[in-house]
Structures are given as structure tokens and as C-alpha cells.
């Protein structure tokens, strides 16, 4: 009876010792690995993050080491595959990692760049972000993101009504500029001419004809050049001139347009 005492007081113990000598050895091969990143040994140091999180499953460093290894692959080793195979199992296994985040924005920037299909899957993880973050800058950048991959999936009704959403939702916002500009922009693609300068002149107008909207003011100036209203085109080239420093290589450019449509205009009217 008496071992038997001794050795349940011993168990919580022994329990202690060795669950703290595999966080000290977990610690140790995380910060090899690290060290091999750093030396840009990135097989190497991939080798040593997966050595932990098999060796060491509930580690409190799995998770870290996982993000780690996707990172490598993404941005050093340029495999978007086995990028997305360890983002997607950090995400999956670790709902509250501090990593969470950082790996759903990583993995949508990765399937944006995959064709249409890879562009549908970044839709949904950006819908999933935006739906569970706070409205700030960082949620306004990815709103943008995911207006900008509706546009290149040609759903331009629904990339102006995520761009409305941002408008009204952040109205102060360092992307509002790019956001009445891609209003436009939609309409443009869409082939609906007359809406898109609408859209265009109101976020210039709006911006007070400043350098802020000067990508509204030269989408507005191509499409009048483009349905032959040169005289427009020219108005807002005078415009744009009077935003920039003669010193800057497009003041030059939108001189050179200016002189170009004066010439179509008297070519035109001859």
C-alpha cells in the first residue's frame, strides 16, 4: 500500500519532468530551425520545423512551426502548392492561433494568383475575414481586394456593392480614392460608356481635381478619347497637367497626349 502511495505522489512528478524536458527540446529544434532560415538553408530549416510538430505534437510551438514552413515555401521557395498544403493545416488545426489571421490573408494573395478557380476560393476566405474583423484600415485593404477579384471574375455588380460597402463603412479611409475609381472601372468593363464617366467625373469631382484622383481623371480622358470626343479628353489632360510638377516624367506624357489629340481633332474636323 505504501509504494503504491509513493508512486502516485511520484506519477504528477514524473509527468512534470519529462512534459518540460519536451518543451526544452521543442524550444531547441524551433530555434534551429530559425537559425537555418536565417542562413537561407530553407530545405533544411522545413526539415526541422516538420521534425517537431511529429515529434512533438502538442507542442506549444506546432503552430509557429507550421507557419514557418508555409512561409518558406511561399515567399522563398516559390511553390504555391506546398504553400497552401501547411497554411491550410495551420488553419484547420489551429482556429485561435495568433497565425490564423495572417495565414487566411496568405492563402487568398496565394489562390488570387491561380486562375478563375483559384480567385472563387480567395473570395470566400476574404468574405469569412471580412464578416469576422472590425472595420479598419487593414479590413479596407482586403475589402478592396475582394471588389478587385469580383472585377476580375467579371461579377461587376457585385465588386460595386463591396466597394459601397467600404465607402459607406470606412468613409475616411486612404482607400476611398481607389474605390470610387473602381466603380468606374466597372462600368467601363462592363461596356456601359456612359455611367462609367459619371462614376469617373464624380470621384474626380470629389477629390477636388486633386492627385489623389488622378486615375479617375486619366480612365476618364481614355474613354473620351476612345468614343472620339477629343475635346473632352483634352479639357481633363489640361486638367491633369495642373496636378503634376513639369519635373515628373507623365507631365510629359499628358503634354505629348494633348499635342496628339489637338492633331486627331483638326484631322477630324477637316
Not at 7 to 34: N, T, Y
Not at 38 to 56: G, H, P, R, V
Request: net charge positive; aromatic share 12%; charged share 25%.
Amino acid at each position: 500500500m505504501r509504494k503504491n502511495f509513493y508512486r502516485l505522489l511520484l506519477l504528477p512528478l514524473v509527468f512534470f519532468i519529462v512534459s518540460s524536458c519536451q518543451q526544452d527540446e521543442g524550444k531547441r529544434m524551433f530555434s534551429d530551425a530559425k537559425q537555418l532560415w536565417e542562413l537561407n538553408k530553407y530545405d533544411e530549416a522545413i526539415q526541422n520545423f516538420i521534425a517537431l510538430t511529429k515529434a512533438f505534437p502538442e507542442h506549444q510551438l506546432v503552430d509557429d512551426s507550421l507557419f514557418f514552413i508555409a512561409k518558406i515555401y511561399d515567399l522563398y521557395l516559390n511553390e504555391p502548392d506546398q504553400a497552401i498544403r501547411f497554411y491550410r493545416s495551420l488553419s484547420k488545426k489551429f482556429e485561435r492561433s495568433e497565425f490564423q489571421y495572417p495565414t487566411m490573408l496568405n492563402l487568398a494573395r496565394i489562390y488570387s494568383n491561380q486562375g478563375d478557380v483559384g480567385k472563387r476560393k480567395a473570395v470566400l476566405i476574404y468574405l469569412k475575414i471580412q464578416k469576422e474583423t472590425t472595420p479598419d484600415e487593414n479590413w479596407a485593404k482586403n475589402q478592396l481586394k475582394l471588389a478587385n477579384l469580383y472585377l476580375d471574375l467579371k461579377r461587376y455588380e457585385l465588386a460595386r456593392v463591396e466597394t459601397k460597402r467600404l465607402i459607406i463603412s470606412l468613409p475616411q479611409s486612404k482607400q476611398i480614392a481607389s474605390a470610387y475609381h473602381l466603380i468606374g472601372q466597372s462600368y467601363n468593363l462592363e461596356g456601359n460608356k456612359e455611367l462609367a464617366i459619371l462614376a469617373f467625373s464624380e470621384a474626380d469631382q470629389k477629390f477636388d481635381y486633386s492627385r489623389t484622383s488622378l486615375p479617375s481623371a486619366i480612365s476618364l480622358a481614355d474613354i473620351y478619347e476612345e468614343i472620339g470626343q477629343f475635346q473632352s479628353a483634352i479639357t481633363v489632360y489640361k486638367s491633369i497637367i495642373t496636378r503634376l510638377n513639369k519635373s515628373e516624367v507623365f507631365y510629359q506624357l499628358a503634354m505629348e497626349k494633348i499635342d496628339k489629340l489637338v492633331n486627331r481633332q483638326k484631322r477630324t474636323n477637316t
